[in-house]
Each structure stands twice: as structure tokens, then as C-alpha cells.
């Protein structure tokens, strides 16, 4: 890889060469060496799929299969300095690191589907993320809604999916600010990923083209569906719609009734803005990702997120800077939540 800057694109890249390999060579299973020289990591959601890639490779084909790299690190990505990607070349090591690894600045899970439907499991799950954060001196509050919103996740990764559900947080050392010399910031970053045929978007599109004895606040977001495409939009499609229409208030795919919609994870990045010098948040599900740019967080007189400069979920498209489109798709849902927050004196 001859870049200096590793994201989706050199993701793609590699799996492209997987899949040359298996074509051409079928069951002969020649090793793999991926060279990446120095570079640079675009997020944390970035490098652990690429760690997906190495488990799948090294432990379901059982192929040789290794990554060379020198990191150059950021705020967003110095976790990479936990990370099994360094023990490619010693499997047993990287395996024990992939699977769990629960030590200073560092917490990594993978919950099976049997677990995450345990609600005893979640609330211990819970208060373990809380006691890492507070252990890093992470504020108070923050460790509460961020553990909270972590878990609500996982919970839904496993409610709606039923697959295996990975949870990985670092707190990175302290940074200096970019505009402020004399004001610190560290790094909290987070990636929830499960992978499965069913993308973020797909159980309240099913629950809602139902149309069975839907409350009223359903009714909302189908009369919003109607405004929202009363005209075709080039780079707004209604699985975009189905997707924005998840995070609204007592909105949710699931078939629970009392089940609420994911409002925790929009609320979570509106508190933090205050003491973030910056964030990178998104979900990718698909080919799709949906920003969290915490000015179109704005709630209207419903209740609702407008995704919009407006506010105005009803009456106004989300604006089209909030989604994008990468070339691989990824099966699943994703969330990357990077924060650079003030530390407090």
C-alpha cells in the first residue's frame, strides 16, 4: 500500500487482493504479506475492521496472512497502539488480544448474541465501561451517559440482529488543543461494529411499509416520508429516511412497543460538544454513513431531530452533507465515536 494515510479506500484495496488470491489460486493457500509502510489511520473504526480482516483471514481460512506497518498516531487513532494488528506474524498472541483485551487505557469485548440478550449481562456490562472510564479519570458525567449509550447499542446490535456484537474504547494521552496552548484534550474514542445481512435502516422500513396499527408518532414519520419525497432528491433515498427516522424520539424498528428509539447516542454527542475541541462520529451500515454533526442536532415542537439546519424533521430533508457513500460494503451496522475532550485541571 503505497499511501501514507490508511482509510475505507485501502480497505477496499486489500480486499480486493483477498479476493484476486482466492480466485486465481482457489484452495492453495500461499501466504499474504500487506506492507503499509508508515502511515497514518484514519479513525479507529478504520483499523479495527482491518483487525477483522486478519481474524478472518488467520483463523477462519487458516491462511499466513500478516500486516507490516509503522503508526503515525492522532487523537483519533493512537489506540492502534493496543491492537492485535502488531502480532499478525504470531497468532496465539493476536488471538488473545482480538478476543479481549481489559487493561489501562484499553477495553475491548466481543459479546455473543447468547449474552447481549441477557439484561443482567448488559446492566454488569454497564457498570464496567463506567468503573474503565472513571478509572481514566474520565468526568463523572460523561462516564454515565457514555456507558449508558454503549451499552444501548450492544443491546441493539443483539435485539435486532442477533449476531456477535464488538465493543472496543481507548483513552489516548493527553493532547494539547489546536487553538488553545494552555488547554489540554485526550482522546475518547469508541467503535460498537456487528456484522449481519440486516443493515441499520432495514427493521423500521419493515415495521413501518407494515402499516399495522401504528401510534400516532409513526403516523408523523410517514407524513414526513411524504413531504420528504414529494420530489426525488439525487443523494437523499428513502432507506437515508428509514435510516434518521431510527434516531427520532419513541421511534425504533423493534416489535417491543415500549422499545424507544436511539435518541441516547444524538443526546450523548450534543452534551460533549461543549467540551469537545472536536469529534469525528458516524454509523456506517452498508454502503452508506450518516455524520452526527452536532449543529443539525437541533430537536423541533415534536420532539423530533431535524438532521437539518432547519430543525424541522417534518418538513425539511436532512442536509446533504450529513450522508456519504463508500466503495465497500460492510454488512452490519457501525459506529465510530470519536471525542477530543478538555481535560479537567
Known amino acids: 500500500i503505497t499511501t501514507d494515510y490508511f482509510s475505507g479506500d485501502q480497505i477496499y484495496e486489500i480486499l480486493q487482493l483477498i479476493n484476486y488470491v482466492e480466485k486465481y489460486y482457489g484452495k492453495t493457500k ?3 504479506y500487506v506492507s503499509l509502510g508508515k502511515t497514518t489511520f484514519a479513525d479507529k473504526l478504520v483499523y479495527i475492521i482491518l483487525e477483522n480482516i486478519c481474524w478472518y483471514m488467520i483463523f477462519k481460512k487458516r491462511q ?27 497468532p496465539q498472541i493476536f488471538k488473545t488480544k482480538y478476543l479481549k483485551d481489559l487493561s489501562g487505557r484499553h477495553y475491548r469485548k466481543i459479546i455473543t448474541k447468547t449474552t447481549e440478550e441477557n439484561s443482567i449481562y448488559l446492566s454488569n456490562l454497564m457498570q464496567e ?65 456487528n456484522y449481519s445481512p440486516i443493515l441499520f435502516f432495514e427493521p423500521l422500513k419493515k415495521k413501518l411499509e407494515g402499516n399495522i396499527n401504528l401510534s400516532d408518532r409513526y403516523n408523523l414519520i410517514l407524513q414526513a416520508k411524504k413531504l420528504h419525497f414529494n420530489q426525488p432528491h439525487k443523494k ?15 421511534i425504533s424498528g423493534s416489535e417491543k412497543k415500549q422499545k424507544l428509539g436511539g435518541t441516547g447516542l444524538t443526546s450523548l454527542i450534543k452534551s460533549l460538544e461543549e467540551k469537545s475541541d472536536s469529534n469525528l462520529c458516524y454509523m456506517l451500515s452498508g454502503h452508506r454513513i450518516l455524520f452526527f454533526f452536532h449543529e443539525y442536532l437541533k430537536y423541533d415542537n415534536n420532539n423530533f431531530i431535524g438532521f437539518n439546519e ?16 463508500i466503495i465497500t460494503n460492510i454488512p452490519g451496522t457501525a459506529y465510530n465515536l470519536n471525542f477530543a475532550i478538555k481535560k479537567e485541571e
Not at 67 to 87: A, D, K, M, N, Q
Not at 237 to 244: A, E, G, H, I, L
Not at 310 to 325: A, K, R, T
Open 236 to 250: 437523499y433515498d428513502q432507506n437515508d429516511f428509514y435510516t434518521v427516522s431510527s434516531f427520532q424520539h419513541k
Open 64 to 90: 499466513d496472512f500478516r500486516i507490516y506497518f509503522i503508526p503515525e498516531y492522532t487523537i483519533w487513532s493512537e489506540g492502534i497502539s493496543f491492537s492485535p494488528l502488531g502480532y499478525t506474524n504470531t
Open 129 to 193: 465501561i463506567r468503573c474503565f472510564l472513571e478509572n481514566n479519570m474520565v468526568e463523572q458525567n460523561t462516564c454515565n451517559e457514555l456507558s449508558e449509550v454503549l451499552v444501548e447499542l450492544v443491546g441493539n446490535a443483539g435485539e435486532h440482529t442477533g449476531t456477535e456484537c464488538l465493543i472496543d474504547i481507548d483513552i489516548t494521552e493527553t493532547w494539547h488543543g489546536r487553538d488553545d496552548s494552555t488547554a489540554k484534550y485526550y482522546g475518547m474514542n469508541a467503535v460498537i461494529l
Open 30 to 32: 500461499i501466504p499474504l
Open 310 to 325: 432547519q430543525g424541522d424533521f417534518l418538513s425539511y430533508i436532512p442536509d446533504e452533507s450529513i450522508f456519504s457513500s
